[in-house]
Nanobody, 114 residues
Framework: VQLVESGGGLVQAGGSLRVSCAAS????????MGWYRQAPGKQRELVAT???????NYADSVKGRFTISRDNAKNTVYLQMNSLKPEDTAVYYC?????????WGQGTQVTVSS
């Protein structure tokens, strides 16, 4: 399984950004997919997950601002980020949990300027 993130960039506080994660396999068969982030000097943390059944889970810090979604036909998972804050600045990583184990993408940088 290969995961390729895209869509990161620089945005002003209060702005929006959408990051995408394209998988090489059929995400319909994956147990769950998610987005994690890691800021400089901090541990990687969960942002949002979505199961094969469509159930979602969000970190408290992003609830109401971020939305995770999936397009099974395109084997792609999205993270729509609204009302971005400087503290959202991090490298965002895509994760897939499958029957064969967990996989990670290489990450995409999101920078929010104040």
């Amino acid at each position: 399984v290969q995961l390729v993130e895209s869509g990161g960039g620089l945005v002003q506080a209060g702005g929006s950004l959408r990051v995408s994660c394209a998988a090489s396999g059929s995400i319909f068969s994956f147990n769950a997919m998610g987005w994690y982030r890691q800021a400089p000097g901090k541990q990687r943390e969960l942002v949002a997950t979505i199961t094969s059944g469509g159930s979602t889970n969000y970190a408290d810090s992003v609830k109401g601002r971020f939305t995770i979604s999936r397009d099974n036909a395109k084997n792609t998972v999205y993270l729509q980020m609204n009302s971005l804050k400087p503290e959202d600045t991090a490298v965002y990583y895509c994760n897939a949990e499958t029957r064969l184990g967990g996989y990670w993408g290489q990450g995409t940088q999101v920078t929010v300027s104040s």
